[in-house]
């Protein structure tokens, strides 16, 4: 299921290689609705200036459910 959703981002993982997926960041955070939500992987280091997020800072985006 692909939705878009806003997440109040409350962790963010050092970032580790993986053979995969070049660079593994785990994120995880709060939908609006207040349930937890992780974002895995996460390519941090390779997302443009304007796309990087911090804590604690609100983001909208596209996701999908593994599965």
């Known amino acids: 299921m692909i939705e878009q959703v806003c997440i109040l ?15 593994l960041v ?4 709060f939908r609006e609705d207040g349930s937890w939500i992780r974002l895995y992987p996460s390519p941090f280091r390779f997302l443009r200036d304007d796309q990087r997020y911090s804590k604690y800072q609100w983001i909208e985006l596209t996701v999908k459910k593994r599965g």
Do not use: D, L
């Open 26 to 29: 785990c994120t995880a955070g």
């Open 9 to 23: 981002i409350a962790v963010k993982t050092y970032p580790v290689f993986s053979q995969k997926y070049i660079e």
